[in-house]
Every structure is written in structure tokens, then in C-alpha cells.
């Protein structure tokens, strides 16, 4: 299970005038906001876009200022696939060791979509005995014990939420090296990716191309 919320694309208009910086075409851009407050590339400035983000990296460095930030909830186990994506992206969690312990623990904070019955069932009587001893935890003066049966039991199913900041740069490599992974997870992350503004043209874009201004 993985859930994507909460999404904001930002910086576009600064990026996209730094795009034009190099050849001091910023008289042929095209671009505004419309009445909902959205920035709109005009044909001038999607076309260099383009042209620019196909060249290569050296060229599409203007990517690197567009900033999208978002709140991820998803398994342990894909949050370990994604810290391999750490250098240029930012990541607040919330705290397993401080609130772990603070609601009952049930089947839908894990992820289990994909389980089998028969592994639903050990899944569902394994819950049980962690949500046991977080009542034994809090019954027992929350000892060092108990704390650490909970914390060294918890399964990496356990969903946790992140609010992430990254660039389209990281979604670019992130979407061409997880895009056809086995993981389901990142089917859905990498679909979300699809839908952000103007992801076909500068993020999923593969021709090759010279820039122009």
C-alpha cells in the first residue's frame, strides 16, 4: 500500500526564467499564471522545455529547481528503496519510537493488500500479540522491556508517513529506475509522477535533442 496526499509543485516560473539565462532569450517567454493561480507554460517556453530536458543532464539543470513536496504513507520496506534517493530530497517522519504506542495497533496500520488468506490470518494473530504488549507497555510504567519487544516485533509492513520535498530531477531518476519494479508500491508512486504538471513533456520525456533557446 502505498498513499500519495497533499501535493505541491512550486517554483516553475523561477525555473523556468533561469532556463532562459544562458542565451538571454527571456523576451520570447510565453508563460503566466492562469485564474486559479497555476502557472501555464506558453509554446515557447514548453517547447525549450523539452528541447532542453531531452539534451541531457548538463542541460536540464533548470529541473532541479522544481520543487514538489507531498505527504507519503507507505511500508517500511519501500521507505527503505527510497532513502537510496537521499542526496537532493528532504524527508519528515512520523515518530515510530515516540508515538508507536500511543493508539491501538490494528491490521490496517501495515500494509497487507497482497497477502494470501492463510498469511492474512498469521498476519492478523501476530497484530494482536503486538497490540498485547503495548497494553502490557503501558500497564507495566512503559518499561525498557516491553518497549523494545514492541519496536524489535514490528513488522516492516508498518506504514509510516513522510512529508517529502524533491525536485523533478529526482523524479526523473526515480521513475526510469523504479517504473517496472516489482514492487507494487512503486507502480503507484511512479503513476503519481505521471499525473504532476507537465511530467510527460520534462520528467518521462526520452527523445533526444539539441537545445535551443
Known amino acids: 500500500m502505498l498513499k500519495v496526499e497533499r501535493t505541491a509543485v512550486m517554483n516553475l516560473e523561477n525555473a523556468m526564467r533561469g532556463a532562459r539565462n544562458p542565451m538571454n532569450s527571456w523576451a520570447r517567454s510565453d508563460s503566466s499564471y492562469d485564474e486559479n ?20 543532464s548538463d542541460h536540464r539543470k533548470f529541473i532541479r529547481q522544481i520543487f514538489v513536496s507531498c505527504d507519503i504513507t507507505a511500508p517500511i520496506y ?16 512520523t515518530s515510530t519510537m515516540h508515538k508507536l504506542t500511543s493508539k491501538p495497533i490494528e491490521m490496517d496500520d501495515f500494509s497487507h493488500d497482497h497477502l494470501t488468506p492463510d498469511a492474512e490470518k498469521i498476519m492478523s494473530d501476530y497484530v494482536d500479540a503486538i497490540e498485547k504488549i503495548r497494553l502490557r507497555f503501558l500497564e507495566n510504567g512503559k518499561s525498557k522491556e516491553d518497549w523494545y519487544d514492541l519496536i524489535q516485533m514490528l513488522p516492516e509492513s508498518y506504514n509510516q508517513m513522510r512529508t517529502v520535498t524533491m525536485s523533478y530531477e529526482n523524479l526523473v531518476n526515480m521513475y526510469f529506475a523504479r517504473r ?17 504538471p507537465y511530467a510527460q513533456e520534462i520528467i518521462i520525456a526520452e527523445d533526444d535533442a539539441k537545445p535551443e533557446a
Open 180 to 196: 517496472n519494479h516489482k514492487l507494487m508500491e512503486w507502480h503507484t508512486f511512479t503513476d503519481w509522477i505521471t499525473t504532476l
Open 37 to 56: 493561480g497555476n502557472y501555464i507554460l506558453g509554446p515557447n517556453d514548453l517547447g525549450l522545455a523539452k528541447r532542453l530536458r531531452v539534451a541531457g
Open 78 to 93: 519501500w521507505w527503505k528503496e527510497f532513502d537510496t534517493y537521499k542526496v537532493g530530497t528532504t524527508a519528515n517522519s
